[in-house]
């Protein structure tokens, strides 16, 4: 094993490769308190946008409607893992989640939108994929 030609080295290789690796460390680094990483992505998508002082309503309205969707989302996560199907009170919970999960797509994209309609051309064409990329992660 401590020959570079060794088969379990090349397994390990193999097992990093295509970028593996990187995502194996970005999944180290992610906190582990959900609303906490919401935050921290908002803040390096707030940073690339280069919010000016005329947006500052417009992005904080943005902030405010994705942390509000994030902590109904986690909560209905919690409530329903409480819970089992097999009793009223649980299935109820699981249809909430399931409501809420549905939902945030939706409220996501017309957050984005109001934000999306302050931002200059120049930030339109930084954020618009950002903005998506970053609602893909929220929603993963």
């Known amino acids: ?68 969707q994030m902590e109904l989302l986690v909560s209905a996560r919690v409530e329903a893992d409480a819970v089992t199907w097999s009793d009223a009170a649980g299935r109820e919970s699981k249809q909430r989640l399931i409501r809420q999960v549905i939902a945030t797509p939706v409220l996501l994209s017309e957050a984005a939108k109001r934000l999306y309609a302050v931002l200059t051309p120049e930030q339109q064409l930084v954020g618009g994929e950002k903005l998506l990329h970053f609602h893909r992660q929220l929603l993963t």
């Open 1 to 68: 094993m401590d020959q570079p030609s060794s088969p379990g080295r090349m397994e390990f290789g193999a097992a990093f490769a295509d970028g593996a690796c990187a995502r194996a460390a970005a999944a180290a680094r992610q906190p582990s308190d959900p609303i906490f990483a919401v935050r921290l992505q908002l803040a390096r998508l707030g940073t690339d946008l280069n919010v000016i002082a005329e947006q500052r309503v417009a992005w904080c309205a943005y902030v405010e409607a994705v942390l509000r």
